[in-house]
């Protein structure tokens, strides 16, 4: 600029969500984050959500340009007590984040960008306690991503906003149903299918065990009210998305990226910081992670390897063992993460795509495991409204067998290309095309010769190939 500011120009992809809603939350999110709870996010100078009403031809924000540096160039240099400073500095801003509950389940916009405001003289209750008032912003419809990707976006289904986590769960439910119902095409399973002896998903199946969900989504819910509340949140805090000083690389100058997040109960939005992740076994409950058994006999190479793989598992130690200390509704939600009623809730809202067979066998434990759920206690143990033959059991899990093994081959596949990982659907730089072209016909030149036992299986394992160009 005139004045030597420097601003980014932002033009949301075609698939980044549904068309003026994306862009019009996303810029009213970083508004209420930055000027209402005062966190470090850049500031938007201009926007605008109607491709067709600006001379631009798209949709476009404009804003400050992140200030520092991104953690990503710092990380492998900072120490070590500047990286467990840094985890509290997000853990301080994820407990004013999980404080702040919104009064319904949606996503935030300013009032003026919506058709139908909701009626609703709260929107949020403060880190103090206190419900708080807004003519300015107001919750709308939802703009997570999983209502948008593999064709959802082309079905009018409930978006909300919703007043309930009952009717939040039960909303997932209704929109896998009718997608299923009105998709042309379903989208391509994680794992490879269809071919002989292996799983083949249909649109029966999953409508089945959705039918399932229907009828217990509610008791799958947590009774801890505190991870059931409303709550705005980053879930994508990879070490691009966070900018610090580079003098002081424990402080945080800036979060980006808050495209499409939304306002979802609180266990259905945390995870470690992807900054932290890594491949590795994670030390379960609070006993420190320490070097493996036989250390001293090991080769320097391997040494080495083990102190790495320990820094980084007493990291992401620490992170929760720091939200135990100081955000203990953030604690309670990543473990109500294991449990069986939330992995169902993830499960049920990726059934046009995958998982059913995985799903349905978790229901059939609901049944087995009915009178010890904690919603079922606390209302007077009503009976289960699921009833699975031993026969379907045994088909259940039958088809498991056939997923797993399909997610086995997958995974053969991807380990073959190289430098790809689980989900992969086939894009790639443009510098790399031709490399992973060659590749790929390779790869799958060699997945027939070692699958099809007999010429009247090479087609069948042809049309299961996962990758077409």
């Not at 399973?189 to 217990?216: A, C, F, Q, T």
């Not at 109500?336 to 049920?348: N, V």
């Not at 510098?431 to 299986?457: C, G, M, N, P």
Request: hydrophobic residues 35%; contains cysteine.
């Amino acid at each position: 600029m005139d004045d030597g500011k420097r601003v980014i120009a932002k033009i949301p992809n075609p698939n980044a969500g549904r068309p003026h809603y994306t862009t019009a939350s996303e810029v009213a999110t970083m508004d209420f984050i930055r000027t209402v709870l005062q966190l470090p996010v850049p500031e938007v100078y201009a926007w605008n959500s109607k491709a067709a009403d600006n001379a631009v031809g798209a949709e476009f924000i404009i804003m400050e340009e992140a200030r520092g540096v991104s953690l990503s160039d710092r990380w492998s240099t900072i120490s070590g007590d500047e990286k467990l400073e840094l985890i509290e500095k997000i853990i301080e801003i994820e407990t004013i984040l999980a404080s702040t509950t919104f009064k319904e389940f949606g996503s935030l916009y300013y009032t003026k960008d919506l058709k139908h405001p909701a009626q609703n003289d709260v929107l949020y209750t403060n880190t103090d306690g206190r419900p708080m008032k807004s003519a300015q912003f107001s919750i709308g419809p939802t703009t997570d991503r999983k209502s948008f990707d593999d064709n959802r976006a082309s079905v009018d289904f409930d978006r909300g906003p919703w007043t309930t986590a009952e009717e939040y769960v039960a909303s997932i439910g209704r929109r896998e149903i009718q997608c299923l119902y009105e998709v042309e095409q379903l989208p391509r399973p994680l794992g490879i299918v269809n071919g002989p002896g292996l799983y083949h998903p249909s649109r029966e199946s999953k409508l089945s065990v959705l039918s399932d969900y229907m009828k217990v989504a509610s008791y799958l819910l947590p009774t801890n009210t505190d991870v059931l509340s409303a709550c705005l949140w980053h879930n994508d805090l990879h070490s691009d998305n966070i900018f610090v000083d580079p003098k002081k690389p424990a402080e945080i100058t800036h979060l980006i990226d808050w495209q499409t997040a939304h306002i979802e109960p609180l266990f259905m939005q945390v995870s470690h910081p992807s900054f932290l992740d890594f491949d590795g076994p994670k030390a379960e409950g609070f006993q420190a992670p320490s070097l493996p058994h036989g250390y001293n006999a090991m080769s320097d190479v391997q040494q080495r390897h083990a102190k790495s793989l320990l820094s980084q598992q007493a990291l992401f130690k620490a992170y929760e063992v720091l939200s135990f200390q100081r955000n203990i509704g953030v604690y309670h939600a990543l473990r109500h993460q294991k449990t069986l009623g939330c992995q169902i809730i993830m499960f049920a809202g990726n059934i046009l795509q995958d998982g059913e067979p995985l799903a349905k066998g978790q229901l059939m434990q609901v049944e087995r495991e009915w009178q010890s759920l904690p919603a079922v206690r606390t209302r007077a143990s009503p009976p289960c409204p699921l009833h699975f033959t031993p026969q379907d059991v045994l088909i259940q899990r039958l088809e498991e067998a056939k997923w797993i093994q399909g997610m086995e081959l997958m995974t053969q596949v991807l380990e073959s290309l190289g430098t790809v990982d689980r989900g992969w659907h086939g894009w790639v730089k443009a510098e790399d095309y031709d490399h992973f072209k060659t590749k790929l016909e390779d790869v799958r030149v060699e997945f027939l010769s070692q699958l099809s036992e007999s010429a009247e299986d090479k087609p069948q394992w042809l049309s299961a190939w996962p990758f077409t160009d």
